[in-house]
């Protein structure tokens, strides 16, 4: 089997690489550095480095090229070359082509005895640079708890720029925004199960675009299904007009001959993601008259989110409760960056009932926000129990309050008044504390990325969700007033899970690994009336994941295990959970007549996991012929909070060391050839792989770093993230010492702590 890996691939791979979550926000956007300790990279390939890097653009094009009849091979290419170029890039578009589950809802039938789905799936399209949407619908029906049946529809239907889609309580009605892509119309359709029952155009003027982003994006639906509440960018102000005399009076048009406009006042954005994006605001749109209301009385500072709707009483003001994120003292990066702090505020919404016994709005002049959550520092994701008398909702407390982008999480649980009456000083009770050190095999902590928009069982007060659980994610049911927190999805295969949606008292979820593509999984409590937790999973049949022939083929010859990798300096350690092992995910070919060469793969963040979960680009350089050492070092997620804060103030040493232990691991075990070891990382992992190029220049024979930091002297005063720079260089301390205007010696340490300084070692 061929082992040629060129730069083309590295490059292909790194730019559609989904499962390095937590890829730093705002770190330099550099492009792709590649290093070989050889002048040809004879591992791999007879053709020099220099061969890839002046013929990238031809080589990128090579699987397109095949429609001339005439074939001019670019200078210094051989046809051998070219189709092995062509063969892998065919095959790189057979793993690409797998679809993903974005979303999916259940919807129960009049007759309540079988249930019909919805999956939103997405597909890369990779020469528009865009993802493919489209919608599969399904019938459920369960015959017993060992057999489920899944009839799915013939063919998906593609949802052309669709921007959310989100269906009403009942399920009657399903909401689809389109957003524009220019200065047009937000378009809100209200679709029934048959046809298009209205359609709404917001003009600019109203507001812009709604926020579809998964973090301040929020669209509720209120109860009677006649209000529904979102999130959108505030309308664009008005922009002074100039002409030959100077500042012009009065509105212009936009194209007015002889002259132009300026931008208006300069507002902050919130960085990577949201660049040109305007403030998020909440507005409620009247399903009936397809009046915009403007939710007023929210200071300008903040920034909200993630609305919900309180459950209706009787004779009272319904209240909307959301996220605001203060641009208090200013707005620095919030994608990846849970450390803003956020709280839960609540404004009660004039309501009366219309004739046809509706809900409609009266007048929104300046309403009273209530702050929820002054107590703690973060509160976002806020779900009301299904009854309505309490609200649970996350916190980043731990990463607010000790200023690393993401650490472990935490659940609380807040009492809703029935009587209506909110105030500031509500008591936060503790569902879920920050774990710091579990014992070997007990719940590590909580680390959930989002929320089902129905997560409850019918009980009232278990939510099932998915979480990290050190190398896999595993989906965990919580009972909310008990605290009691249990593994619910099968321990023992080193797979992933994640929940998807529920069908009553039943679980729909997807489990995979990084050699076996996901797989629809059906979840059914073993016997409800003895009250036992067991859960029993099914098998279903399913066309999504459907691949080739040739790739299930290479896939079947591979195995993977998760290895616990001993710290090696256990006396440096100041915590009990920074001493504790870490692990590293290994990939290889069951043939092991001799082992195949190594790519060492590193996440970003550095607070973030890979997981034992399958992705498509590493799956693809797994069928070439590599093994992989994916390292999860200490300060990843899902390990408890002691070794997360472990690394904070020892990046460039801790980490470095952490994957040199990783591989001095799996090379004593005869698992890896000592000479034949790469490594690749973006981001934080990027940092990591040229700190270990330099730092261990004998240790590798290729480096890919994909969006790298280099140098952070020079990264933190371009980055909208400076405060990660201060934070993982000083520890807990440069959280106090932050500053936008860094001295020499802030300067001089950051340098000392950057790849750059060890870049005369590098072969």
Known sequence: ????????????????????SGTLAASPRFSLLFFSSQPRLSLFSSTPISHYVKNLPAILAMDSSKAGTVKELPVGLDEATEEEYASQSKLLQEFTNISSIDKAWVFKSESGICSQAMFLISQPNLLANKKRKFMLSTSISKESNNNVNFQWAPFPVEMTGVSITVPSPSGSKLLVIRNPENESPTQFEIWSSSRLEKEFRIPQSTHGSVYADGWFEGISWNSDESLIAYVAEEPSPCKP?????????????DKECMSWKGQG?????????????????????????????????????????????????????????????????????????????????????????????????????????VNLTQSISSAFFPQFSPDGKFIVFLSAKASVDSGVHSATDSLHRIDWPTDG??????????????????????????????????????????????????????????????????????????????????DGDNIIAVCSSPIDVPQIKYG????KAT????????????????????????????QFGITQIPVKDVSDCLTKGAAKSFEAIFVSSKVNNAPDPLIVVLHGGPHSVSLSSFSKSLAFLSSLGFSLLIVNYRGSLGFGEEALQSLPGKIGSQDVNDVLTA???????????????????????????????????????????????????????????PDWCYVESYGSKGKTIFTEAPSAEHLTHFYSKSPILHISKVH
């Open 241 to 253: 007009s100039f002409d030959c005399q100077g500042y012009k009076q009065g509105a212009a048009k």
């Open 524 to 527: 059914c409590l073993e016997d």
């Open 265 to 369: 006042d300069w507002e902050e954005e919130w960085g990577e993601c949201y660049a040109g994006k305007r403030q998020p605001a909440l507005f409620v749109i009247n399903l009936n008259s397809g009046k915009v209301h403007a939710v007023k009385g929210i200071a300008k500072s903040l920034s909200v989110g993630q609305v919900v709707w309180a459950p209706p009483v009787e004779s009272i003001d319904q209240y909307l409760v959301f996220v605001g994120w203060s641009a208090d003292p200013r707005k620095l990066g919030i994608k990846y960056c849970y450390n803003r702090p956020c709280a839960l505020y609540a404004v009660k919404v004039p309501l009366y009932k219309s004739e046809a016994a509706q809900s409609d709005l009266k007048s929104m002049e300046e309403l009273t926000v």
């Open 1 to 20: 089997m061929s082992r040629t890996l060129p730069l083309a691939y590295f490059t292909s791979i790194s730019s559609n690489i989904s499962t390095w």
């Open 421 to 502: 009456k909110l105030c500031s000083s509500t008591k936060i009770i503790d569902v879920i504390p920050v774990v710091n050190c579990a014992e070997d095999g007990q719940f590590p902590g909580l680390y959930c990325s989002s929320f089902l928009s129905k997560p409850w069982l019918s009980d009232g007060c278990t939510m099932i969700l998915s979480s990290y659980w050190r190398s896999c994610q595993v989906i965990l049911s919580v009972n909310v007033l008990s605290g009691e927190v249990l593994r619910i999805s099968t321990a023992d295969s080193g797979f992933s899970w994640n929940v998807l949606t529920l």
């Open 531 to 558: 009250n036992t937790t067991a859960w029993h999973w099914l098998n279903v049949s399913s066309p999504i994941f459907k691949c080739s022939e040739k790739v299930t083929s290479l896939l079947s010859h591979l």
């Open 663 to 721: 591989i001095d691991h799996v090379i004593e075990k005869g698992l890896v050839n000592p000479s034949k070891i790469t490594v690749l990382g973006g981001s934080h992992g990027g940092f990591l792989t040229t700190h270990l190029i330099g730092q261990a220049p004998d240790k590798f024979v290729a480096a890919a770093a994909r969006n790298p930091v280099c140098n952070l002297s020079s990264m933190v005063a371009t980055t909208d993230i």
